[in-house]
C-alpha cells in the first residue's frame, strides 16, 4: 500500500486545487518557517523567562497573522479567505494582547496558547477532511490537527507547569508544526505545475 501523496485530482476541481495549492504551499511554506524560527529562539534564548516567552509568542502571533492575513486579502475567493482573515485577525489580537497587556497576557500565556492550539487543531483537521476529496495525502494535515489538539488539551491538564518543562513543551511544539508546515508547502509545490 503506497501512503505517498498523489498528484492532484484532474478536472475544473484539480486546477482549482491546483492553483490554490501554489498559493497555501508558499503560505505554509513562510508559516513553518515562522513556527521554527520561534522554536529556535525558544530552545536557545539565554535564561529566556515567561516573560521573554510571552513576548515572542506574540511576535509570532504578529507575524504568523500577518502572513495568514495576507494570504486571506490577495487569494482566491472562496469560503478558505473568510477562515485565513479570522485566523490572521486572531494572532494580529494575541500579539496586540502582548504589545498592550503583557503582564495580563503573561499571566495567563497557558490558557492563551492552549486555546488556540485546539481552535487551530480543530480548524485543521476539518480543513484537511474537506481537502480529501481533491487530493491523496490529507492524512498529513489531520495528523499535524490532531497534534495541535492534543498539545492544547496537554496544557489545559497541566495549566502549572514549571517553566522549564513549559518551555520545552512550546519548543517541541513549534519545532513539528514548523517542520510540518514546512513539508506540507515543499510537497504542495510540487504537485503543481
Partial sequence: MNDAPRQVTTGSDGETFEAAASDYGRLLMLRGIAA??????????????????????????????????????????????????LIGLAGLACAGGTLFALDEVTAHLVGIISIWAIT???MQVWAALELRKAVDGHWILVL?????????LALAVWPNLQAE?????????????????????????????
Avoid at 144 to 152: E, I, K, N, W, Y
Avoid at 167 to 185: E, K, M, N, P, R
Fill in 36 to 85: 521554527l524560527l520561534f522554536a529556535f529562539l525558544v530552545f536557545f534564548w539565554p535564561k529566556l523567562t515567561i516573560v521573554g516567552l510571552a513576548m515572542l509568542w506574540g511576535a509570532y502571533s504578529f507575524a504568523d497573522g500577518v502572513l495568514v492575513l495576507v494570504a486571506a486579502i490577495v487569494g482566491r475567493g472562496g469560503a478558505s479567505r473568510l477562515w485565513l482573515g
Fill in 120 to 122: 487551530t487543531g480543530a
Fill in 144 to 152: 499535524d490537527g490532531v497534534g495541535a489538539l492534543v498539545f492544547g
Fill in 165 to 193: 518543562a513549559l518551555l520545552w513543551l512550546i519548543g517541541w511544539f513549534a519545532a513539528a508544526v514548523g517542520s510540518l508546515l514546512v513539508s506540507v508547502g515543499l510537497w504542495l509545490g510540487r504537485t503543481t505545475p
